[in-house]
């Protein structure tokens, strides 16, 4: 049962974390890489409605907890938090070359 309230208080704040970030992928971007950020978004979005229905139906009772259910949220959850480590690499990648601070450039 852990799982699935654990679960439901991880997927507000995945989601929160995806949509309330700047967005990475500018106008100046190539159709490609704005096609691709958006499609990486709706599948995230997915992902964490499927795991919080699951979720939400096991601790409601009108599901039972068992091994399809938990391989449910828990490949879910890690496809999301897939997709979130891809979005840090793109800011990561994005950023490098620019100094974000004034101290010294010598690293």
């Known amino acids: 049962m852990v799982l ?3 679960a ?3 997927v ?6 995806l949509f309330i970030e700047p967005r990475t992928i500018g106008r100046s ?5 704005r096609r691709w ?7 995230y979005a997915a992902l964490g409605a499927v795991a919080f229905t699951v979720s939400m139906l096991v601790v ?5 907890a068992g091994r399809g259910p938990a391989a449910i949220v828990i490949a879910t959850l890690s496809g999301c938090m897939g997709l979130l ?6 800011r990561f990648v994005q950023d490098h070359g620019q100094q974000h601070d004034n101290v010294s450039g010598d690293r």
């Open 29 to 33: 971007a190539n159709r490609t890489k």
């Open 85 to 90: 480590y891809a979005r840090i690499e793109q």
């Open 37 to 43: 950020a958006n499609m990486q978004d709706r599948v």
């Open 8 to 10: 439901m208080q991880v």
């Open 4 to 6: 699935y309230e654990g």
């Open 12 to 17: 507000p704040v995945l989601l929160i974390a």
């Open 60 to 64: 409601a009772g009108v599901a039972t």
